[in-house]
């Protein structure tokens, strides 16, 4: 027996320091409607959605920086999209800069959601491979302080049982890493749902910047086949405060075939209908993980590690 999930890669222009919650809510809103329209199940927004990137500036000043931040999912600006999700019967992943209480501290994260078809949120990410900086450093055109504002994400990587199969988040730069995919491959996951926001220029390596398009593909067909799973990688693109980034959103099969992809840089709906079934002959041969993986080898190498240290 086949399963489908038609799912919908959001990719969302960029979004002005300006540009208020509810104008995001509503973009995201049209999302679901096409969504619907084009007989999706699920839809799927990008990492930070509901705001500019924000790390790329240096604040200081800690109410400006919680503006950024939600304390609360849904909140009385992002219900209206709950709402209409529900209404319409689709689910959707969410992005967004978390704002939480945990043993009397309050702690921000990079995170994803994944809301089911009755608006009840199942499960939830947070970013673990927190990419820049956590000091000013002025001499760079443009700031990357995610680890100024962020923590370090401490969910792991949790696949969850929803529409139908096994379906895992990561977070943009969590998407450059192998661990990051084989550790869910590990737990059987069939689709790996991921939000990006990628600036063309990287500042540290600027030789890197011809390859940013090559770069974000390969890593997601990387992940994609290695582990027999469906990867779907949503962009922020087009120029945002001033700052081009990477759109090229891509929907990846477990082949490692890119099948479904964006043709411009502004808000744009890539549909695929993915057949969750399709990454087991990858998973029953090549990628038996039971059969042909050899922790124990991988482990004694590690405890060597001292010999190899560059
Ligand atoms: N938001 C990100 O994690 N961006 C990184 C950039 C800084 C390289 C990425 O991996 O795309």
Redesign the pocket.
């Known amino acids: 027996m086949t399963r489908f999930l038609t799912v919908g890669a959001a990719q969302m222009g960029p979004i002005q320091r300006s540009h208020s919650r509810r104008e995001v809510v509503e973009r995201l809103v049209a999302h679901l409607r096409e969504g619907k329209r084009m007989g999706c199940d699920l839809v799927v927004f990008p ?1 930070l959605t509901l705001t500019t ?1 924000f ?1 790329r500036w240096y604040m200081t000043d800690q109410a400006e920086i919680d503006a950024f931040f939600e304390a609360e999912m849904p909140s009385n600006e992002t219900a209206p999209l709950f709402n209409e999700a529900k209404r319409l019967g689709l689910g959707f992943c969410l992005g967004y800069a978390e704002l939480a209480r945990e043993n009397g501290r309050v702690r921000r994260f990079n995170t994803s959601i994944i809301v089911e078809r009755d608006g009840q949120v199942v499960g939830k990410y947070r ?1 673990v ?4 900086h956590a000091e000013h450093e002025p001499q760079r055109p443009f700031q ?1 302080l ?1 680890k100024r504002y962020f923590e370090v994400g401490n969910l792991g990587f949790p696949v969850f049982k929803a529409f139908g199969g096994n379906i895992g988040m990561c ?3 969590d ?2 890493w192998p661990e990051t995919y084989r550790v869910m491959g590990l737990q059987n996951v069939e689709m790996v749902l991921l939000g ?4 063309i220029h ?1 500042a540290p390596a600027p030789d890197h910047d011809e390859h940013t398009w090559f770069h ?1 593909q390969l890593s997601m067909q990387a992940g994609a086949y290695q582990n027999g799973t469906w990867v779907v990688g949503v962009a922020k693109g087009g120029t945002e405060e001033g700052i081009p980034s ?1 759109a090229d959103s891509m929907i990846v099969a477990p082949s490692g075939k890119v099948v479904a992809r964006a043709g411009g840089d502004g808000d744009e709906l890539v549909v695929h209908r993915c057949d969750l079934d399709a990454g087991q002959s990858y998973k029953r041969s090549t990628f038996n993980f039971a059969v042909h993986r050899q922790p124990d080898q991988y482990r004694m190498i590690v405890e060597r590690k001292g010999a190899m240290d560059p």
Do not use: A, Q, V
């Open positions: 990492e990137f790390p970013k491979h927190l990419p820049g990357h995610e977070i943009c730069n998407r450059r990006y926001n990628t600036p990287n974000n990477l």
